[in-house]
Each structure stands twice: as C-alpha cells, then as structure tokens.
C-alpha cells in the first residue's frame, strides 16, 4: 500500500507560478512510477505529467510541455510539478498518483489539491 498526500495548490493570477508536492508513504518509492493528472468541474480527469521510477524519463500532456516540470526526490520520497505561466484552463484538482508499470496503470492516488488560475 502506498499512501499520496498532496499540498501546494492554491489561488493565483495568470501567468504566475505554483509548485505541488506529493509524498509518499508506506513502501519503497523508488518501485513507482508517478504521476500528476487534473480535473477541471465538469470534465474527466486527465493525464498532466509523469516520471518514471528512476527519474530518467518524463512524460508530458500536450497542454502542458514547455510549462510543466515533474521531478522526484528519492531521498525525501516526494514527487513535485512545477507549474509555470499559468493559464486559467489550468484549474482543477490535481491528483498524484503511482504505478508499478512504466506509464500506468496508476494503482494509488492521493487526495487532490485544488489550483485555481484567474484570469
């Protein structure tokens, strides 16, 4: 079992920055994957970026490359996006999650942090 929590969501204007955290608990993180995916009211949930279990590669939705960062700190067993240049389709709940494969499926997730991007 592995245990997400997430922390770093907020309210900020468009064009600004925000930083998410994800730590993880509970088995050897260097075993998963992880990734962050969103969902904005009214739509599905969506596959933002991830990481594999080495942090060799990553791997980014379209709406994001180029703003997006995702990274990983084995020594503090967390997870970090960072998100720059903000945009207001940007809002939703970003959710972390892990997987035992190489890009899903993502078998725990955590309990979401909000982002909300006013234009």
């Known amino acids: 079992q592995v245990q997400l929590v997430e922390s770093g969501g907020g309210l900020v204007q468009a064009g600004d920055s925000l930083r998410l955290s994800c730590a993880a608990s509970?088995?050897?993180?260097?075993?998963?994957?992880m990734g962050w995916f969103r969902q904005a009211p009214g739509k599905e949930r969506e596959f933002v970026a991830g990481?594999?279990?080495?942090?060799?590669?990553?791997y980014y939705a379209d709406s994001v490359k180029g703003r997006f960062t995702i990274s990983r700190d084995e020594a503090k067993n967390r997870v970090t996006l960072q998100m720059n240049s903000l945009k207001p389709e940007d809002t939703a709940i970003y959710y972390c999650?892990?997987?035992?494969?190489?890009?899903?499926?993502?078998?725990?997730w955590g309990q979401g942090t909000q982002v909300t991007v006013s234009s």
């Open positions: 990481i594999n279990w080495s942090g060799g590669r990553t």
């Open positions: 509970g088995h050897i993180f260097s075993n998963y994957g």
């Open positions: 999650a892990a997987t035992s494969g190489t890009q899903g499926p993502y078998d725990y």
